[in-house]
Nanobody, 122 residues
Framework: QVQLVESGGGLVQPGGSLRLSCVVS????????MGWYRQVPGKQRELVAV???????NYADSVKGRFTVSKDDAKNAVHLQMNSLKPEDTAVYYC????????????????WGQGTQVTVSS
């Protein structure tokens, strides 16, 4: 089993900053990709930022220059620094990780955190 636990959401004024964190635990041989998605009611979940193992981070156009994704491989953690927040950034943010659980099997699966609410409002 693999668990993702997020923290750091909350209420912030427009122009403010928040930092989200997510720790992956459980049966982990390797983590291929870690990142963040978000969802608002009535819309599909959308990619915010992902960072592959040994690769370059990929961002949604709407957050480029404002959000920064980073990871701590030693702690199996991924962070999302969100600056210059806008009301349209309001959503539930979900941590995602693609994990290979066993060394004797190449199979990998995608796992999700429980979500953390980010509200940008004055």
């Amino acid at each position: 089993q693999v668990q993702l636990v997020e923290s750091g959401g909350g209420l912030v004024q427009p122009g403010g900053s928040l930092r989200l964190s997510c720790v992956v635990s459980g049966s982990i041989f390797s983590i291929y990709v870690m990142g963040w998605y978000r969802q608002v009611p009535g819309k599909q979940r959308e990619l915010v930022a992902v960072i592959p193992n040994g690769g370059v981070a990929n961002y949604a156009d709407s957050v480029k220059g404002r959000f920064t994704v980073s990871k701590d491989d030693a702690k199996n953690a991924v962070h999302l620094q969100m600056n210059s927040l806008k009301p349209e950034d309001t959503a539930v943010y979900y941590c995602n990780a693609v994990v290979r659980a066993r060394s004797n099997s190449p199979a990998s699966n995608a796992y999700w955190g429980q979500g953390t609410q980010v509200t940008v409002s004055s």
